[in-house]
């Protein structure tokens, strides 16, 4: 059996679990007509939507916070502003399990689809997409970057051009388990700018996709060798965000 039919099985079996357009990409339940991006009118009411939003990071802080959130105030970060659609909790985080790990590439549609929403009411106008890059085999195992997937879509659907801007160039170790400090110095000298792309990067605006903000470390780095080869300025977007506002 060569490749190509393997894959045409295994989209089948994917689809028959995860039936596109037919079942709530969060909870399996049925569709109706009135259902929007793939979601459940139950889902849709229940999605941790960020709806106050730290200043600089984008990240869920308190009602009563005007400002910037304690993570902020604590760093300066390179890229000038993030925003994040989702909280990365509840059904949130399980669904981002299932795009990373899972292997089912076909919920890049509805996740990059609320990605769009949220940059259609952000004012910012970048000259210039990318994504947090994987490194080589990392992205040999998950056959996808799921950063890059939403980034495309991002991109197609506001005639944005998307370049694969950097490199990963250290396997290191998952950012997972570690805390703020060694998040920082694990991300250190991980990215390479691909110099082939130095003119067209020459005083733009860029616009990092990522799936998650944690501590901000991995887009930091990304926005410093960015910034370094020339860009003016950095914003990052993700589709949800790890940080409250009483964690560093
Ligand atoms: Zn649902
Ligand atoms: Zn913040």
């Known amino acids: 059996m060569n490749l190509i039919k393997i894959k045409e099985i295994k989209n089948f079996l994917l689809d028959m679990l ?11 339940e049925e569709l109706n007509e009135k259902s929007y991006n793939d979601t ?20 869920p802080i308190g009602e009563s916070n005007d400002g910037v959130c304690l993570n902020c105030k604590a760093n300066n970060f390179e890229f000038k502003l993030a925003r994040s659609v989702f909280s990365y909790k509840d059904k949130i985080i399980s669904v981002i399990h ?3 790990y899972g292997g089912m590439k076909f919920l890049e549609e509805p996740l990059g689809n609320y990605l769009c929403e949220y940059f259609s009411t952000w004012d910012i106008n970048p ?6 890059p994987l490194n080589d085999n990392k992205l040999k195992r998950r056959k996808f970057n799921q950063s890059e997937c939403m980034a495309r879509i991002l991109s197609n659907r506001n005639n944005i051009p ?14 997972t388990e570690l805390n703020f400090k060694e998040r920082k110095e694990n991300v250190k000298n991980v990215f390479r700018f691909n110099s082939e792309y130095k003119k067209e990067i020459k005083d733009k605006i860029v616009l990092i996709v990522d799936d998650v903000y944690t501590t901000g470390s991995t887009c930091n780095e990304l926005s410093k060798i ?3 080869a020339g860009a003016k300025e950095v914003f990052v977007i993700t589709l949800a965000h790890g940080l409250g506002d009483n964690k560093i």
Do not use: A
């Not at 000259?127 to 947090?132: A, K, P, Q, Y």
């Open 18 to 28: 995860y039936p596109r357009h037919i079942k709530c990409i969060f909870c399996g």
């Open 40 to 59: 459940c009118e139950k889902c849709l009411k229940e999605l941790p939507f960020i709806t106050h939003s730290c200043l600089r990071c984008g990240g």
């Open 98 to 100: 299932k795009f990373k």
């Open 127 to 132: 000259d210039i997409i990318t994504s947090v």
């Open 162 to 175: 998307y370049f694969n801007l950097c490199t990963k160039i250290v396997d290191n170790i998952s950012q």
């Open 226 to 228: 960015i910034i370094e």
